[in-house]
């Protein structure tokens, strides 16, 4: 019998796959489809460094007015979805007033503080350096308000939490990134974050690394879970599978098979788009940079340049609206010479998110020797080496490496 059983084959699944293997473990990891193929394989390929703050709910009337009219690309919403969505949106309000917020990101801090060690350990592990660059990325300024806010804020991250960044007027961001056509008030550089050129290529070549270190790959439907003596099965397209404990890492998906297990927990999506284009025009992007005003990323990647849109707050089934990656589109044509569309639609992916901003990493509390790790919102790529150490550092028995409690399940009751 298999020892464990790892449901979810994204970023998240596999690394917590490797660690475990690493342990001593006999792994499965098990998905409905290749791994790597869903949120994992279209994100924004940002492992980030700097993100010690989670993206927290605006508080401010101005913006919250200008969401709700439907004003800015950066966030929008579906109404069919608000009466599902109403509950878990104002737990996400009430996380984010400003003195339960600060708790949070010092609770939260420490993971993103060891993000890049951690993937650096795998990366190089698993032989993929060629995917990755070590250049930081930017974001962009239209107007200088914007530009002198955000800049003392960093200074903050910089001071508290020893976040890299470089300030940029709009000549030396001219220098920096000569492929922008549009004269800016300036950039953020955040100098720490690696970004990854083919975050699918990323995840696969983790998944090779797992299978090098002895671990099996199946396919499966982890709603088949079901608890079997003091351990689990599921069904697989080769039988049934059993082993001694379960790690749940099923991203999105997370909420239905928990709520299979009778878990309520106050999981929701913030669903988000990309497209490729050709890389067109003399001049090359150097790194990612974020349209702060305009709400839209240009990523580039191997295989083209990749727009990333920001949150759409929908039903995870509810059929794609184009509107954010089209309006991005025109804004983004006039910063750089953007190539052909690389495929006729978009690609639709959904952020797992939780209303405290934070991920679920720990036990099942209603279940013995049953693990979740879901929930990583923004950050799951960011998180997922992390993550994968702390979970398989709890399943071992051994202390985990960063504090694991403001992450444990129990929060929700
Ligand atoms: C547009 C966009 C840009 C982003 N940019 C970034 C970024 O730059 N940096 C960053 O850190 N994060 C980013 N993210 C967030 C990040 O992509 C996610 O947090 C992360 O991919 C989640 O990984 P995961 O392994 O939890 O989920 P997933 O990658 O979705 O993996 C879940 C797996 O579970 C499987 N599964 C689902 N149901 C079942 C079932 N019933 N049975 C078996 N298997 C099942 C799926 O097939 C899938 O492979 C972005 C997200 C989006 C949408």
């Not at 703050?53 to 579906?78: K, N, V």
Request: aromatic letters at 8%; hydrophobic letters at 45%; proline letters at 7%.
């Amino acid at each position: 019998m298999t020892d464990s059983i790892v449901l979810g084959a994204g970023i998240v699944g596999v690394c917590i796959a490797i660690h475990l293997q690493r342990r001593g473990r006999s792994v499965l990891l098990i998905d409905r489809r290749e791994p790597g193929r869903e949120t994992s394989y279209g994100n924004a390929g940002i492992i980030q460094r700097e993100a010690v703050r989670p993206r927290a709910f605006p508080r401010e009337a101005c913006e919250l007015w200008r969401i709700a009219t439907g004003r800015g690309l950066d966030a929008r919403y579906d109404m069919a979805a608000l009466p599902a969505l109403a509950s878990p949106l104002l737990q996400y309000w009430w996380h984010s007033a400003p003195a339960r917020y600060r708790r949070i990101v010092a609770e939260y801090a420490p993971l993103i503080r060891h993000s890049v060690a951690e993937h650096a350990d795998l990366i190089a592990a698993s032989g993929a350096d060629g995917l990755i660059e070590k250049s930081g990325f930017m974001l962009l300024f239209r107007s200088e308000a914007r530009r002198d806010r955000v800049f003392r804020e960093a200074e903050g991250d910089e001071r508290d939490y020893g976040v890299g960044i470089a300030r940029l007027d709009g000549a030396a961001l001219a220098r920096a990134e000569p492929a922008l056509r549009v004269p800016m008030a300036g950039a953020l550089h955040w100098t720490d974050p690696w970004t990854v050129r083919d975050p699918g290529g990323l995840t696969a070549a983790y998944v090779d690394l797992f299978r090098r270190l002895g671990g099996a790959v199946a396919t499966g439907d982890a709603l088949t879970l079901s608890p079997s003596g003091t351990g689990w099965t599921v069904r697989t397209s080769s039988g049934p599978a059993s082993a001694a404990e379960a790690v749940l890492a099923l991203g999105p998906w997370a909420r239905e098979a928990t709520r299979r297990l009778g878990y309520r927990l106050p999981l929701f999506v913030k669903r988000g788009y990309h497209r490729e284009y050709r890389h067109a025009g003399d001049a090359a992007l150097r790194r990612p940079v974020l349209d702060v005003e305009v709400g839209y990323l240009l990523a580039p990647m191997h295989r083209g340049i990749r727009l990333t849109t920001g949150a759409e707050f929908a039903r995870l089934d509810a059929p794609p609206n184009p509107a954010q990656v089209e309006g991005s589109e025109r804004f983004a044509r006039e910063l750089i010479d953007l190539g052909e569309r690389l495929d006729p639609e978009p690609w639709l992916g959904a952020r797992p998110a939780t209303p405290d901003m934070k991920p679920i990493i720990g036990p099942a509390p209603g279940h013995r020797n049953l693990w979740f790790a879901f929930g990583h919102a923004h950050h799951g790529l960011t998180l997922a080496a992390v993550t994968g150490r702390m979970l398989a550092e709890m399943i071992t028995g051994t202390t985990p490496f960063l504090d694991a409690r403001p992450f444990a399940a129990s929060r929700f009751g």
